[in-house]
């Protein structure tokens, strides 16, 4: 594969990717306020209702779900950005070219396989 083909390629599935993201971050924001409408309907008490654990602990978990997917977000504007600017591709460790494999897999990565691999990163 030619190198601009899998710039192009990359490129493509990085912008693929925040739009499914997007869509994700939409539907679980849909989610999260039918929860806390429902739950504003009903003079349920969480503390004393049996099932209130139960609701306390999905709804705790669907805004766990929801942060993760603002975060994942972040980390393909960051990508897009770095598209733009043209310095896609490059570990922000070392230095090196993150392999288009590992972006093919991981379109957000920050950094190549071997210094994922090292944990020398937080943000992988």
Do not use: K
Not at 70 to 77: A, P, S
């Amino acid at each position: 594969m030619s190198e601009q083909r899998a710039s192009s390629e990359l490129s493509d599935r990085l912008a693929a990717e925040w739009s499914s993201a997007l869509a994700q971050i939409a539907s679980l924001s849909a989610d999260l306020q039918a929860m806390m409408a429902a739950s504003e309907s009903t003079n349920a008490d969480d503390e004393h209702d049996p099932e209130g654990s139960t609701i306390a602990f999905e709804r705790a978990q669907l805004v766990a779900v929801l942060d993760q997917a603002r975060g994942r977000l972040i980390d393909l504007e960051r990508g897009l950005a770095l598209v733009a600017d043209g310095s896609y591709g490059v570990c922000e460790r070392c230095g090196s070219a993150i392999g288009a494999e590992r972006l093919l897999a991981r379109p957000a990565a920050r950094t190549c396989i071997e210094c994922a691999r090292s944990g020398s990163s937080s943000r992988r």
